[in-house]
């Protein structure tokens, strides 16, 4: 197993520049790792979901995936998951769970979410480490 790199929701302004020129988007967050590590700075899909109504932005759904830093369990779901009408996947999640959403999606990826290195934690990737 990979070192799991845990990750913070980028800020509003961050988000509003991430979202600016885009829109029909689907959020797909993480449920993360082992939840016995605590961090006052965990990311909130709600939090998300909030910002892009105040920038104006259509969301076609949401979905929270275990581990999905494991590439085969998030393909079996993202299967039939995304709506059609949907031109852009946003996800929340460290660097190994977007680097999986965008190698499965046939669609636009943006992170927004900022990863945040800590030693000790583990994910479910199972593939070579690429958050550097």
């Known amino acids: 197993m990979e070192n799991y ?24 967050a993480c449920n993360k790792c082992y939840k016995e590590f605590e961090s006052l700075q965990e990311p909130d899909r709600d939090a998300f979901l909030k910002i892009a109504a ?9 979905a929270s995936i275990d581990f999905l830093c494991n590439k085969t369990q998030t393909d079996r779901k993202l299967i039939d998951l995304i709506p059609e009408g949907t031109e852009n996947v946003v996800v929340l999640s460290c660097g190994l769970g977007i680097q999986t959403v965008a190698s499965l999606a046939e669609l636009p990826v943006y992170a927004a979410s900022n990863s945040l290195n800590y030693t ?3 994910g479910m990737a199972l593939t070579k480490k690429a958050c550097d």
């Open 5 to 28: 790199t845990k990750y913070a929701l980028k800020s509003a302004e961050e988000l509003a520049q991430l979202l600016s020129g885009i829109d029909n988007l689907f959020v797909i």
């Open 54 to 62: 105040e920038n104006g932005k259509t969301v076609t759904g949401s």
């Open 120 to 122: 000790g934690h583990h």
